[in-house]
């Protein structure tokens, strides 16, 4: 058979905006505990929104089972909850930043042994727009830094860890595009935690020279949320730089978001493949251009009948879509260093040149 | 312990004279576009003078337009209605310059966005890196169209480029205040207010004023020739200790500090409480000795959008009013924008921590002398 | 008489100004000027212990109504006494948050805040 097909690439972080409307760099707290009463996480949003926060997850702990019930009518993860309505007030508050205020789901796994990893090929899971683990073992974190298809790893840093933070798994991890999580409020709600939080915190900073690093809130009420710049200045306690610090509340934050839309949304987090048709018109152009830069005629018909080999198409695109001007594209070599949007293409096919 | 780095500060101490010939205190003023406050202190004064107050920007209103695209701002026909007929100052607000995108218009014609890397690499106009972050990370960039350039009209390459970039990549859409100063004097605000408001919300606004009086109180003596004494704090420590052996004893007890009078005006603003005692627990900070007592005296604060043509008019009101009065000094306080892209001229502004741009004004009657105190933070260049 | 003189300061800031909000977990609980520096002082001793207790903060503007704050610290303690502010969960028994909301070496920029101001423009 013979496949005509014209293709276009489309940068991965463009879809994105359109598509989940995130990747603003906002100040992000990417971690508010959803499993307590509505009301106070209610409170809690609207206190985020108003203290600047552009980008607030609601993480949900997936529940564990009875060992000892054995039968299969195992607790299921529910889908992600819609998001909390937020009053007039801080709507209006929050509107004249013309930015907006979006939240999202983040699914908490606990996990002890690698048995247990099934659990993240849960269906549901993909309806959470981050994905978290907590291990509890010095071999699950290793597997949670090296292996698993996962966004954050949240290590419990409120009580003494059962084991050590070892640099090979810290270096696989941040060469994966995976993030540590630091919380804060525990470390406001007691003093023995405090310590902990701390202690732990300084631990992982020195072994990962602070990056990929977020500071998120862990709060369970809006007294215990503070302000993006109170939460950078707490960084520098924490040991991280003065650029690290705010790093760790806003870019380090979007790329936790893109690695979770690459990892949701795309082929191998390489690329993803949308038809032309479902474009917005705003990115219409690419196509055209992409077109253009091939040397391929452009049909307003919409029937362009000539060129094969969708590969070929696709590279020799590689930095033609107008925006060579202004940005060096370089490709990078490794897939899985997707975070980077440079790298991340999205590839477009264009159906109407059909199947011959 | 643990030890913290201490954070950078940047502060300009001037000395000069209205009348001598090389005096920057026009330019000061002018170059500095986006004022968001003005603020004047009195000493020795019931009420604000007539003077101060008719020249005062309580007239000078300016327009918040609501979710208006960019492209509406480049178009031919409101550059040439607009930009090149008059003094316009546009300000994107609600964004924050460290983490969104910022956008301003200056009254030399030059359009001035401060993007963050993904909107500069989707949007196709040139731009350059902030100068304020290391070279091989930067996350903001600094784009500028000139939209008085000759080839910015229609039909050009320059323009049809920045209009499609505007309108069809990406729809950069801002809140933005409006303020404008027409060569034409037949020509007003109103014509700003009627261009859009069929198609977007305009909203008239007036400056907000703030004014209190203060009864009794101490207020510090400046002697005009004696800006600095300080060039190193352990120095004046030691000096202030044992007093005579330094050899400027004299001059220490006649005059205050231009660091000192800069905190005092502060607090005064800030409405503090300037009554504290060395051995007090909640506060131990005091007016600047030495003092002298006055019955009364005045500070107004206007906040909005003010231009500079209206500083430089309250400022040459103030000079006139401080020669021919008993005040021993005046201060006259101008506030930049936080989330401005440039503090004066082009000159790139940033937030880091804060983001203040900020001149105070010491007018004093003997010799038109003045002290002209500049306050910036770490991501700003000294103007 | 000397006719120009111009000295530029960037060394680090001598002074730091903090503008704070308290609040407390019951909206209608006050404090006065005094209790506010001993929680100050509170929050530097939990985290700093005795030489955090002994250092040196101004609480220079204290609103009862508002509970609203304007403390002067050094500027090398800057760092320290924001952290312990905003790591302070309680104070007499009462679960309380105190946030930054500016900060800056010029005590003048205090006055005004360009960030919040348009924020109440009528829509």
């Known amino acids: ?356 | 312990m643990v030890e913290f780095l201490s954070p950078k500060s940047k502060t300009i101490f001037e000395s000069s004279a209205f009348i001598h010939k090389n005096s920057r205190h026009t330019s000061c003023v002018s170059d500095h576009y986006f004022n968001h406050a003005v603020e004047v202190f009195l000493p020795c004064c019931d009420s604000l003078p007539d003077a101060v107050q008719v020249s005062s920007p309580q007239r000078q209103e300016y327009y918040a337009v609501k979710r208006l695209p960019l492209a509406e701002l480049t178009n031919a026909e409101f550059v040439s209605r607009f930009v090149k007929a008059g003094r316009l100052y546009v300000l994107s607000i609600g964004q924050h310059i460290d983490t969104h995108n910022v956008a301003a218009i200056l009254p030399t014609g030059r359009l001035i966005l401060s993007v963050n890397k993904d909107t500069y690499q989707e949007l196709g106009l040139e731009g350059k890196p902030s100068q304020f972050e290391k070279p091989r990370k930067v996350t903001k960039y600094s784009v500028e169209v000139n939209l008085v350039a000759e080839s910015f009209c229609k039909g050009k390459k320059n323009y049809e480029r920045v209009q499609w970039c505007f309108k069809d990549r990406l729809d950069l859409t801002f809140d933005f205040l409006l303020a404008w100063q027409p060569n034409d004097p037949s020509q007003s605000l109103d014509d700003l207010g009627s261009f859009w408001s069929s198609k977007y919300e305009c909203l008239r606004v007036e400056q907000r004023q703030h004014s209190f009086q203060m009864r009794n109180q101490s207020i510090p003596v400046i002697d005009s020739s004696l800006l600095l004494h300080r060039q190193h704090k352990s120095n004046q420590d030691a000096s202030r200790m044992n007093g005579s052996s330094q050899g400027c004893e004299e001059t220490q007890v006649r005059s205050c500090d231009a660091a000192e009078v800069y905190e005092w005006l502060g607090a005064v603003a800030c409405q503090c409480d300037c009554s504290g005692a060395s051995d007090s627990f909640v506060n131990t900070y005091r007016c600047p000795e030495p003092s002298q007592q006055v019955s009364s005296s005045v500070c107004h604060r206007w906040t909005g959008l003010i231009t500079s043509e209206r500083i430089l008019h309250m400022l040459d009101a103030l000079r006139s009013k401080v020669e021919c009065s008993r005040m021993p000094w005046a201060a006259l306080t101008v506030h930049g924008f936080t989330d401005s892209p440039v503090s004066w001229g082009s000159r790139e502004h940033g937030f880091s921590k804060y983001g203040n741009n900020l001149y105070t004004f010491v007018i004093f009657p003997k010799e038109q002398r003045y002290w002209l105190i500049m306050g910036i933070g770490d991501h700003d260049v000294c103007p | 008489m000397s006719g120009f003189q111009r000295v530029v300061s960037k060394d680090t800031a001598e002074k730091f100004y903090l503008k704070v909000a308290l609040e407390f977990e019951n909206p209608d609980t006050r404090i006065d000027s005094v209790q506010f520096r001993a929680l100050v002082s509170k929050a530097l001793h939990q985290l700093y212990g005795e030489t955090g207790a002994s250092i040196p903060v101004d609480i220079l503007r204290f609103q009862d109504d508002t509970m609203e704050a304007i403390l002067r610290v050094s500027g090398r303690s800057l760092v320290k006494v924001w952290s312990a502010l905003t790591l302070l969960g309680e104070y007499a028994q009462e679960e309380c948050a105190i946030r930054v909301t500016q900060v800056s070496p010029h005590l003048l920029a205090l006055a005004v805040d360009s960030r919040h101001f348009f924020q109440n423009l009528p829509s």
């Open chain 1, 1 to 356: 058979m013979h496949v005509h097909r014209t293709t276009t690439t489309v940068p991965v972080f463009q879809y994105i905006n359109n598509n989940r409307e995130f990747g603003k760099m906002d100040t992000c707290d990417l971690h508010l505990l959803g499993n307590s009463d509505e009301n106070a996480l209610k409170l809690s949003l609207q206190c985020a929104a108003r203290l600047g926060y552009g980008v607030v997850a609601i993480g949900y702990n997936c529940p564990v089972q009875e060992k000892q019930g054995g039968d299969k009518n195992k607790v299921k993860l529910p889908n992600a909850p819609a998001a909390v309505k937020l009053d007039g007030q801080t709507k209006a508050a929050v509107g004249v930043q013309s930015k907006g205020f979006k939240q999202l789901s983040r699914v908490n796994m606990v996990l002890s042994e690698g048995s247990e990893t099934h659990k993240l090929r849960q269906d549901n899971i993909q309806s959470y727009d981050l994905l978290a683990v907590q291990p509890t073992t010095e071999k699950m974190f290793h597997m949670a830094c090296t292996k698993l298809e996962i966004d954050i790893v949240c290590v419990d840093m409120t009580e003494k860890l059962p084991f050590y933070f070892k640099r090979v798994a810290i270096n696989a991890a941040i060469e994966r595009g995976l993030y540590f999580e630091i919380p804060y409020a525990p470390a406001i709600r007691d003093s023995t935690m405090r310590k902990n939080v701390l202690s732990n915190a300084m631990a992982l900073i020195t072994l990962c020279r602070g990056k990929n690093v977020i500071i998120t809130s862990q709060a369970t009420k809006p007294l215990e949320i503070r302000g993006p710049h109170d939460v950078a200045n707490l960084g520098l306690l924490f040991g991280l730089s003065e650029q690290e610090a705010k790093n760790a509340v806003s870019t380090n934050c979007r790329a936790v978001l893109y690695h979770a839309a690459t990892r949701r949304n795309t082929i191998k987090s390489v690329m993803s493949l949308q038809q032309i048709g479902d474009l917005s018109g705003k990115d219409r152009w690419k196509v055209k251009a992409g077109q253009e830069a091939c040397g391929m005629s452009i049909q307003e018909g919409g029937d362009p009948t000539e060129d094969e080999g969708s590969g070929v198409v696709a590279q020799s695109l590689e930095g033609s879509e107008g925006r060579a001007k202004t940005s060096k594209r370089r490709k990078s070599k490794s897939k899985r260093n997707s975070v980077d949007e440079q790298s991340a293409m999205k590839r477009t096919r264009q159906d109407s040149a059909g199947v011959d």
